[in-house]
């Protein structure tokens, strides 16, 4: 510094920090010449500061909002410190950090990795969490000793990990003590947060910092537990599955009817449509009284309630038309089809049961289909 420089430090006689405000910094050393300030000089501290000063490495005092004139008069300590036999008639050598009282918002916080949680319905499952919290320097002094020490310019970055890991590992803690079960935490993030800022707010006032708001926006599981649940839910919405599996079947006849074969081979869906559905409605309605198993009230069947047997399986042939195979088809489409001469005598068919195909007009059920059908002309 040059002579001019060191003249002009001599005559400042204010010292005050106006912080940036696209800055996020906690803590701000006032730089003077050599650390020399003159006697009677003027500190401004204004509102959401504090100032420290700092002698020999020892915090002499700490000043709250407010203008001071520096002298023997308004710190004592310092000039304890000092050992000053006429007090401050000339310049004295401190560092002065200013400290940020205001308060910090919207710091966010979450968990890296699912965290294990026992649920009293479900057992253990995993869950994320997220959130957001508000701070506040509220013991500057302790601030300055515990994390500022010689730093000219303490900023919220170098800081903020190891206030979010201190954040998510209270929450934890506090998640746990709440007990509540997990389809109720949407509607306790208020209680699990209050819980937290409780266990949190001693370890950062080990730091000289108070937590003054902790939020919970979203506790969430994974997707596949998701999925499973939203499964779950869909089943108690269904109701009584057996009438379900009824209106199901019920809905399908017209689109059945409406494919090659008709109601051929709609026979056989029917029954075994309605056979499932017997049989998971009597499964869930075993269920019903397991433990851990949450049932409808809807979803018991009325007394002597029960379902119709299932419908006998028609008959269906296969059959070659145009050098391929069709079907399959009930006796009313074969018999449209021999009626168009798309089928005839000796056009092959085959169903289950046949050791392979044949001649239509080898099989006995087929017989009767060409009843009116005259047979080909003999050779002349």
Known sequence: MGLMDWAKGQLIDIIEWTEPSQNEILAHRFTRHKNEIKNGAKLVVREGQAAGFVKEGQLADVKLPGMYTLDTNNMPILSTILGWKYGFESPFKCEVYFISTRQWTNQKWGTQNPIMYRDPEFGPVRLRAFGNYAFKITDPGTFLKELVSTDPS???????????????SRFIDALGASRIPMLDLAGNYEKVGRIALERIAPE??????SLTQFFVENISLPPEVESALDKRSQMAVLGNLDQYAKFQTAEAIPTAAANPGGLAGLGAGLGAGVAIGNQMGNAFAGAAGAPGVVTPANTTPPAGASGPPPLPTAVAFHAAINGASAGPFDMA????????????????????????????????????????????????
């Open 154 to 168: 303490f900023e919220l970055y170098e800081i903020s990990a190891q206030f979010r890991n201190v954040v998510v």
């Open 204 to 209: 950062m006032a080990k730091m000289g910092v």
């Open 333 to 380: 489409a074969l018999q449209a089809h021999v009626v168009a001469g798309r089928i005839t005598r000796t056009s092959l068919v085959w169903r289950a049961g046949m050791a392979g195909w044949a001649a239509a007009e080898t099989v006995p059920e087929l017989a009767a289909l060409f009843a009116h059908v005259p047979p080909p002309l003999p050779p002349m």
